[in-house]
């Protein structure tokens, strides 16, 4: 079967760095999608990564090896606005996407 | 606001009731989807539309009935529902359908409890 692995919650501090891992395993890959969730509202678009590589954008960064079946969405000098659920997402060979069941993250002062 | 427009934004209903859900997308896109998100569980997917046909139907209980008029409007009607159905229902849009790397844009949602 397809599935997406990432943790449940994690915590972290203002002003530091937290990496969220994406594990996957799926009939073919087109491609990987972060979303950033805020309670009670749209998930949105954060990241897409087909190749290996690391893709910046900003104070976000997402990282992908297709090999290892893995991705990690890297978040820089953390703010307080941060704190939401993050969803990973991988696009398989029938263009279906396969939904992580998301990682909540917290951030304290 | 990401051009995607729900309605209500939070419903309670019995179960004997009937209830429609309200999507609007503002964005010129030709995909429309409902998804069901529960907690600490995947989005899944109930119903996809490309260009007001309906491409996919993962196995939704009859109880859910899409509608899809034109391609900037998705309902979702809601009729002798279950307390297992309370969720947080999701409609998205896309530019397209089945292309790599096509982004969904997301609506806030409808908190749906059913007692």
């Known amino acids: 079967g397809q599935n997406i692995d990432q943790p449940t919650e994690m915590t972290a501090t203002e002003g530091a760095i937290v990496q969220i891992n994406c594990t996957y395993q799926t009939s073919g890959f087109n491609g990987l999608f972060w979303y950033q969730q805020h309670a009670g509202e749209a998930p949105t678009f954060l990241s897409y990564?087909?190749l290996d590589g690391l893709e910046e954008k900003g104070r976000f960064s997402s990282f992908l090896s297709r090999s290892k079946g893995y991705s990690y969405l890297l978040l820089k000098e953390l703010q307080m606005k941060d704190s939401a659920s993050y969803l990973c997402?991988?696009?398989?060979?029938?263009?279906?996407?396969?939904w992580g069941a998301g990682t909540k993250l917290i951030i304290k002062p | 606001e990401t051009g995607v427009t729900q309605t209500p934004r939070h419903l309670v209903m019995g179960m004997t009731n009937k209830k429609s859900l309200k999507c609007e997308q503002h964005l010129g896109h030709n995909a429309m989807y409902w998804y069901k998100q529960s907690a600490k569980k995947p989005l899944e997917l109930m119903f996809v539309?490309?260009?007001?046909?309906?491409?996919e139907n993962n196995s939704v209980p009859s109880r859910f009935s899409p509608e899809c008029p034109n391609s900037s409007h998705l309902f979702l009607h809601l009729h002798t529902l279950q307390p297992e159905d309370s969720a947080l229902y999701l409609c998205?849009?896309?530019?397209?359908?089945?292309?790599?790397?096509?982004?969904?844009?997301f609506g806030s949602g409808t908190q749906l409890s059913v007692l």
């Open positions: 998205a849009s896309s530019h397209d359908l089945d292309s790599t790397g096509e982004k969904l844009f």
């Open positions: 539309y490309s260009l007001e046909e309906r491409v």
């Open positions: 990564n087909v």
């Open positions: 997402a991988v696009m398989d060979s029938n263009y279906q996407l396969i």
